[in-house]
Nanobody, 121 residues
């Protein structure tokens, strides 16, 4: 079975930094896009950043210039470096990957379990 496991969340003061990582495991034949989403209390889940297999990135306007997404294709891992964190960045962060797996066979999207990021004043 394919699993995406996030790590790196926690409590940080406003203006601080955190780095989240997400590792995909299982029989993985190839990964297309890898993305980070977040969901704050009472709000819809929103796309924060994405990166293609070729390394092309895209960011939500609210995080441009502060967050950097990267990936290690050899390790099936996606990272997001978050700098200059503000109270508005408090949310549960989820990684998502569209990938082809050998078990179960086929191309589909997978979600991680989420990791809490809390920014305090």
């Amino acid at each position: 079975q394919v699993q995406l496991v996030e790590s790196g969340g926690g409590l940080v003061q406003a203006g601080g930094s955190l780095r989240l990582s997400c590792a995909a495991s299982g029989i993985i034949l190839g990964i297309n896009a890898m993305e980070w989403y977040r969901q704050a209390p009472g709000k819809q889940r929103e796309l924060v950043a994405s990166i293609t297999s070729g390394g092309r990135t895209n960011y939500a306007d609210s995080v441009k210039g502060r967050f950097t997404i990267s990936r290690d294709n050899a390790k099936n891992t996606v990272l997001i470096q978050m700098n200059a964190l503000g109270l508005e960045d408090t949310a549960v962060y989820y990684c998502y990957a569209e990938l082809t797996s050998g078990s179960p066979w086929g191309l589909r999207g997978y979600w991680g379990q989420g990791t809490q990021v809390t920014v305090s004043s």
